[in-house]
Structure formats: structure tokens, C-alpha cells
């Protein structure tokens, strides 16, 4: 089947000879697993700009980063949400491949809404993100949604505003290729264009001990105090929406200048 012959009220255009509408195709995915009441609430809002799809891991793999699945066949089983999802024995990267290689023409991919910020040199690790970068190697436009959450669940009713303006503000963009989202705990001041915050890395290694005595490692968080103006760090602790666009060209332009040295002919063979 074709995508124009899904569509609805295409009989009608094809008749007029007008061309049919084209309903955008979101394919969503997250790293909370497919059971998180984020990614319920984001399918919930993007179903109001398209044709939405789920494909998400069947248990949390937080951290999980862009780790793909190469040892072992990946599978899928159909799971009752709101909208046609389907739960991957696999990681957030898997779920991007798997979706986009079984969906023909997927528009975009949503990743989220993660319960937790990733902002900063945090992204390196997140499942979140990688989901979004996963569909950029694809061909395909990704964007990573994620909330702070200080203290209990966030309320995602309340989140809802605040997830449509970003996909109003995004989706009609295509040439934004991949993009960083982090909404506030509490209510929002508005949505703020920003860099990603690199000056600090939150990771810590903290040593401990179980009941029997014996010595362990968590790896944890500690919190970062300053912030540099106009990252993402800094304009989610002032309770804006940080949306950051990202590139997956991790060249460093100066190095590669500095060693290769000035152009042909000002250097000796
Ligand atoms: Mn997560």
C-alpha cells in the first residue's frame, strides 16, 4: 500500500485531481521503557500533528546511550497504548532502527518525554538522546524530549502546553535535523534557543557498602552550580524550555586547521 492511499479523503482528491493531504508520520521512542507515563503523554500530543507510531524498549534502559544489538535477533510484540505501539527486547537505538526500517516513510522521530533532564555533557549517555541521533544516521529528523524532576512525577497534564508549542515550533522545520528539548520541573516562561552546556560533566563515582559490608560503586549524579548564560543547563533552572540543536559531526575544525597547517603550497612537502 501506498502512503497517498492511507491517507484519508484521498478517493475525494484523487477524483478532484487535487493532490492528497499529507499527514505527517511521528515515530516515537523513548529509553524509560514503553510503560513510562511520559511516553503515553507525548504519543498523546504528537497524534494532533500526524500519524503516530510507538516503538519503544519493553524496560527502562535509561543510560543506555547509543548502544545498538548485534549478538542476538531483536523482536517485537504489539502493546495496547492509545496508539499502535509495539515493545522491542531491545535498546532505544534498536527501537529508532527497527521502527523506521518497518514503517516506510517516517517524517520524524520523537524521543521521550524522558523523566529526567539531559542536558550538558549528561547527553553522551542518554538513551534519550541517542534515539533521536539514532534517526539523523537514518536519514531522518529526530528530536529528544526530556523533563526535570526534582521531586516527584511530573505533571504531565500540566506539561501538555508546553509540548505542543515546542512540536508547533519544530515540526514544520525540516532542515532542523536534530534537536535537544528540556522542559522545567514547574511552569514554563517560555522556549529559549540554546547551546549545549560542556564546561562541566555531573558524573561522580560515589564508593559505599551493601548490608554485608561489602564495598561498592555507584555511579551518581552531583549537581552542577555554575552555569554558563544561554546553555540548556542555564535556561531550564530558570524555568524556560532549552531547545538545542545538535549535529552529529563530532570533527574538531580547529585541531584538524591547526594540524594539518595553511594550505597547499605555504608548507614544505
Ligand atoms: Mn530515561
Redesign the pocket.
Known amino acids: 500500500m501506498t502512503r497517498t492511499e492511507r491517507n484519508s479523503g484521498d478517493r475525494e482528491a484523487l477524483s478532484s485531481g487535487r493532490p492528497p493531504p499529507q499527514r505527517m508520520r511521528i515515530l516515537i521512542a523513548?529509553?524509560?521503557g514503553i510503560y513510562s507515563p511520559g511516553i503515553a503523554a507525548l504519543a498523546e500530543v504528537a497524534a494532533e500533528f500526524g500519524e503516530v507510531r510507538v516503538v519503544a524498549p519493553d524496560v527502562?534502559r535509561?543510560?543506555s546511550g547509543q548502544a545498538i544489538t548485534a549478538n542476538r535477533p531483536l523482536s517485537w510484540k504489539r502493546t495496547p497504548l492509545a496508539v499502535e505501539a509495539w515493545r522491542v527486547d531491545g535498546t532505544p537505538a534498536d527501537c529508532v532502527a527497527l521502527g523506521v526500517s518497518q514503517w516506510h516513510g517516517v517524517d520524524v522521530v520523537l524521543s521521550g518525554i524522558?523523566?529526567?533532564s539531559n542536558l550538558g555533557n549528561g547527553i553522551w549517555h542518554?538513551?534519550?538522546v541517542a534515539a533521536a541521533k539514532q534517526a539523523v544516521l537514518l536519514g531522518v529528523r529526530g528530536i529528544a524530549l526530556s523533563v526535570a524532576v526534582p521531586e516527584d512525577e511530573p505533571d504531565f497534564a500540566a506539561l501538555r502546553p508546553s509540548v505542543r508549542e515546542v512540536l508547533s515550533l519544530l515540526l514544520p522545520q525540516p532542515e532542523l535535523m536534530l534537536v535537544n528539548v528540556n522542559f522545567p520541573s514547574g511552569p514554563s516562561k517560555g522556549v529559549m534557543w540554546t547551546r549545549q552546556s560542556v564546561r562541566h560533566y555531573d558524573g561522580a563515582v560515589l564508593p559505599g557498602t551493601d548490608p554485608l559490608g561489602r564495598h561498592h560503586f555507584w555511579f551518581t549524579l552531583r549537581p552542577v552550580v555554575e552555569t554558563d548564560e544561554g546553555t540548556d543547563r542555564w535556561a531550564v533552572e530558570r524555568g524556560y524550555v532549552a531547545m538545542t540543536p545538535l549535529r552529529l559531526d563530532l570533527t574538531d575544525e580547529r585541531a584538524l586547521q591547526r594540524m594539518r597547517g595553511p594550505p597547499d603550497g605555504a608548507r614544505p612537502a
Do not use: C, M, Q, R
Open positions: 523513548n529509553d524509560d527502562e535509561s543510560a524522558n523523566l529526567g542518554s538513551g534519550t
